[in-house]
């Protein structure tokens, strides 16, 4: 008999395609619960019984994106109600064997809304801790009542770094923690250019609650005689940044990429010779990660924990000019060097990141639910 995962997680995040995808359908059926009012992608739909929620409310809110208006929307404005009574309801029809929250704030915190309403002690509860979850946002007095609250009735927690996993230790001694990555792994490159052969620079163009791209653009402004011939491309730029650089105010070669799916996104990072992140919490980042796969020497702020895969050469101050500035052209100028670092990189990635080797992570942690 099949068991029944039910998961809760964001309807739209290329991290719960990943894992989803690598689960064994044979062995489990699969219901998904949208944690956020956007619309379910089509790889979810096709994977899973899913809820379509709809709420005049909810559609209001990410339409207006009312978030950016509250420091502590996670808590107060995404959990509404009716969240959490849709949750109740499908918990009780589907009846699962396990339920798996991908991601604290928004998933996670769900489940704190129903606790008195639901007999935990019938299901197995796994949470998936994502970048800055508890690094973050476990600093915030309100949000370490909640995370305390979650991790205090499940069964097991899920992080892809070391620091994450010291940090839920600190939180909570008791719980039963792997350490698996929330990407879902990565395919190997086996075919890909010389990294030392490369020229162009690509950057993470997000300003947001935790990006800064506005310190790295700052940096590039005052050292332009070092960006003003090098080829750069943004990506995952806001209306706002995309709308400044599109009228050219900067005496750089550069490139805005709009709306790009991920494989031609991808595209660009493999003729790069540079990834650049800046941002002032993270996990694992995935970004620094597909550059890695990609033989891209990546340029890191420091609030990420991709220093378990990549030394220190990698890492910068996020506040810090001259650490920025002096690592990026130690890196650009790198040349039978570069490939050595990107080899070795790689090496270290795909010790921990191989999709073939999550995947079997991933199923043995549901084929022994009943262990945790």
Not at 224 to 236: D, E, Q, T, V
Not at 246 to 251: Q, V
Request: a positive charge.
């Amino acid at each position: 008999m099949k068991k029944k995962i039910l998961f809760i997680g964001f309807p739209n995040s290329i991290h719960v395609e990943n894992w989803i995808e690598n689960i064994n359908k044979k062995n489990n059926e699969i219901i998904f619960f949208p944690s956020t009012f956007r619309q379910i992608s089509n790889k979810i739909k096709k994977k899973t019984d899913y809820l379509e929620r709809k709420s005049y409310i909810g559609f209001l809110i990410s339409l207006l994106d009312i978030k950016k208006l509250f420091f502590d929307y996670k808590v107060y404005i995404k959990q509404l109600g009716i969240c959490s009574f849709d949750l109740l309801k499908i918990i009780n029809k589907y009846k699962p064997n396990i339920i798996h929250a991908l991601e604290f704030q928004h998933s996670g915190y769900l489940l704190i809304d129903i606790y008195k309403k639901i007999n935990y002690e019938n299901y197995k509860i796994f949470i998936s801790n994502y970048g800055s979850d508890t690094y973050y946002f476990g600093k915030i007095s309100k949000h370490n009542k909640k995370i305390t609250k979650l991790l205090s009735f499940s069964d097991l927690c899920i992080s892809e770094s070391k620091r994450d996993i010291k940090t839920i230790k600190k939180i909570n001694p008791k719980i039963k923690q792997k350490m698996i990555p929330n990407s879902g792994g990565f395919k190997k490159q086996l075919k890909y250019l010389k990294t030392s052969s490369r020229k162009c620079v690509v950057i993470k163009g997000y300003n947001s609650q935790f990006g800064r791209l506005n310190l790295i653009l700052t940096y590039l402004k005052k050292n332009k005689n070092i960006f003003k011939k090098i080829p750069l491309y943004f990506y995952s730029v806001d209306r706002i940044t995309q709308f400044i650089l599109n009228l050219k105010l900067y005496n750089f070669d550069y490139t805005v990429i709009a709306n790009s799916n991920k494989s031609d996104l991808m595209k660009f990072f493999s003729k790069s010779k540079i990834y650049i992140g800046a941002s002032i919490s993270d996990g694992m980042s995935t970004s620094a990660l597909d550059a890695v796969n990609h033989r891209t020497l990546p340029l890191q702020s420091d609030s990420s924990s991709i220093n378990e895969i990549v030394d220190n050469k990698f890492i910068y101050n996020l506040y810090d000019e001259n650490d920025f500035i002096k690592k990026f052209v130690f890196l650009y100028n790198l040349k039978k060097k570069a490939d050595i670092f990107s080899e070795k990189n790689y090496n270290n990635l795909m010790k921990i990141f191989d999709k073939e080797k999550v995947k079997k992570e991933i199923n043995i942690l549901y084929r022994d639910y009943y262990k945790f």
